[in-house]
Structure formats: C-alpha cells, structure tokens
C-alpha cells in the first residue's frame, strides 16, 4: 500500500487489510506500506488516522514510516498506489515490464478503470479521514476476496 507520505492512506490501507486477515484467520499473506516521498520516514502515522482507526475497530499505532523503494518489487506481488501521482512515481522507479505490472491503483479494484484516487486527507478535515477508511474498506474486502481467498 503506498500513498506520499506513508502517515495516512497507506499505513491505513494497511492497517484494514492486516486486521481483516487476522480477523479472517488467513495466514500466509505479508502486508506492508511506504511512501514515495521521505517527508516522514521513521514517523508514526498521522494522530488523526490513528483516531480514526481505532473509531473503527482497526489500530495502526505500531506502523512507521518509510520510502518505497525499487527492492520493493522483488518482496511483494501486488502494489496498491493512492492516487495517480503515487502511481507514476512508482511507475519511474519500475525496473522493467514485470514491476510495471505489480503496480495498480486500488480504487481500479472497486470501478475498474475510473482511475479515481483516494482523496489525501493530509490539508483537510477530520471527515476526510472517515472518507478515506471507508474507500479502503470496500476497496480492501474486494482484493481478500478476488487475490487472497479467489
Ligand atoms: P499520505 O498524506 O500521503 O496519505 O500519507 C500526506 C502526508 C503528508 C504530506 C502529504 C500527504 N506532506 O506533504 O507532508
């Protein structure tokens, strides 16, 4: 899971993700998420991602901050960009056509091809960070069905 700064979307995209295979008691799957900028690595997310987290049942108060890197598509399978800048700076750090194809925006799993970006709460109100959980609510229970249990 990646957005910019790695303290709101991503480490909630996470965050729900993880909870929910736990919840399901489905092993086997590694979850992560980064950044595509250094704004805040080391950091914890943002305290009103964390609140609204724990308003809805999820805690990410443990993740950390950290950049993405081209390693990363030697670890993982599926790589889930915010918003379509995140995506194209993943896209410049992609190696070769392989990595290219691990990467997808995730609002594409909920209207395939909308391109439609998780809105970056950062600037905003604390209804923005409502909005972002429940756009990765739907979005995650779509990928556990179709790649984790399809
Ligand atoms: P995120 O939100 O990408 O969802 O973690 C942001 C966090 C920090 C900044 C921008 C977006 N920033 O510019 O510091």
Do not use: W
């Not at 997310?45 to 108060?61: E, L």
């Not at 439609?116 to 209804?127: C, F, I, L, Q, R």
């Amino acid at each position: 899971m990646v957005c910019l700064g790695n303290i709101c979307r991503s480490p909630i995209a996470e965050g729900i993700l993880r909870h929910k295979l736990q919840e399901q008691n489905i092993e086997g799957v590694e979850t992560d998420s980064a950044g595509t900028s250094s704004y805040h690595i080391g950091e914890a997310p943002d305290s009103r991602m964390r609140q609204t987290a724990i308003a809805n049942g999820v805690n990410i108060d443990d993740l950390q901050a950290r950049q993405f890197v081209s390693s990363d598509y030697d670890e993982f399978d599926l790589i889930y960009a915010m918003d379509s800048s995140n995506y194209n700076n993943m896209i410049t750090l992609a190696r070769n056509k392989e990595d290219k194809s691990k990467v997808k925006l995730i609002l594409n799993e909920v209207n395939a091809g909308a391109n439609n970006a998780v809105p970056d709460p950062y600037y905003g109100g604390d209804e923005g960070f409502q909005h972002v959980f429940d756009l990765l609510d739907v979005a995650t229970d779509i990928i556990i069905e179709k790649y984790v249990k399809g």
